[in-house]
């Protein structure tokens, strides 16, 4: 039998993530040849990937992160099964990795494909699907791209958020991070009036309206009131219109007017967990 030293095994452990158990066991299996080791230790993650195909993958973590200039930024949720595992250091590194790769991706499955190291980012979550024995996955990817992105990643990384702006002004960095937080705490369906959904509108006004109706508003009235309605609807689930969490006077748009007055968000995204 080969003798295994714990060096070779500690350069496997780094090299993949794995116990040092596992690591040992695959390269007496290998008889000591580490890339036949590394395989070893894939398959057994594919094995474990399979068998765990069904499971749920409901915890893990929301990541956002921007490029040097801030002008590409992503979000990412890395799923996994407990939140034992979501909130190990070792599985937050793994996501800011695969977020930092995402910044040359446009979609999921280009971040699935590209490459991790000497293999795929796809391999990697099944490599370490056997490594951790829980099914991991990435759960939602968004990329948006303009002048300036701010990020913010909530406290125990649930939530994350991305939001893009059309200039970068005085003390951006400032609104990137306060109106970021805003789309992570208040969760706006749109960013003003104009982008909300036609279904979501017409929806609403027929809620008002039964409501209306149940308490015994005229007909020919209800029109009138729920538009009224319609306009609440919009300042507390538009961004541009919400009241700023840090100052409830104060709407999102005029605390950005306080940066420079043309200063505006073009877009803005959030990821979760759940």
């Known amino acids: 039998m080969v003798k295994i030293t714990a060096s070779e095994v500690n350069k496997l452990r780094k090299s993949t993530g794995a116990g040092m158990m596992d690591c040992k066991n695959a390269l007496v299996e290998a008889n000591g040849d580490f890339n036949s080791a590394i395989e070893i230790l894939r398959k057994k993650g594919q ?11 409901s ?4 990541i956002a992160i921007s490029n040097e200039d801030s002008s590409t930024g992503v979000g990412i949720v890395l799923a996994c099964e407990t939140d034992f595992v979501g909130k190990n250091a070792d599985f937050i590194d793994l996501a800011h990795k695969i977020a930092k790769l995402g910044l040359n991706c446009n979609s999921k499955e280009e971040l699935l494909g590209s490459s991790f190291g000497d293999i795929t980012v796809e391999e990697k979550l099944v490599e370490q699907t056997g ?8 759960n939602d990817f968004v990329r948006i791209d303009s002048s300036y992105i701010g990020t913010y990643i909530h406290a125990g990384n649930k939530i994350s958020s ?6 970068k002004s005085n003390n951006i960095e400032v609104a990137g991070k306060d109106i970021a937080m805003q789309v992570a705490a208040m969760n706006p369906i749109a960013l003003d009036e104009n982008n909300v959904d036609a279904k979501i509108i017409e929806k609403e006004i027929e809620i008002s309206k039964d409501q209306l109706r149940a308490e015994g508003k005229p007909e020919d009235m ?16 538009t961004l541009v219109h919400q009241s700023f969490i840090k100052d409830n006077k104060l709407s999102v748009s005029q605390y950005l007017s306080s940066f420079e007055s043309d200063l505006k968000i073009t877009s803005f995204k959030r990821v979760s967990i759940g």
Do not use: P
């Open 162 to 167: 991305l939001v893009g702006f059309s200039k």
């Open 47 to 57: 094995k474990v990937a399979a068998k765990r195909a069904d499971r749920e993958s």
């Open 59 to 62: 915890e893990g973590v929301a």
């Open 131 to 138: 490594v951790i024995g829980e099914k991991i996955q990435i």
């Open 222 to 237: 209800l029109d009138k009131i729920a538009q009224g309605k319609l306009k609440r609807f919009f300042k507390d689930n």
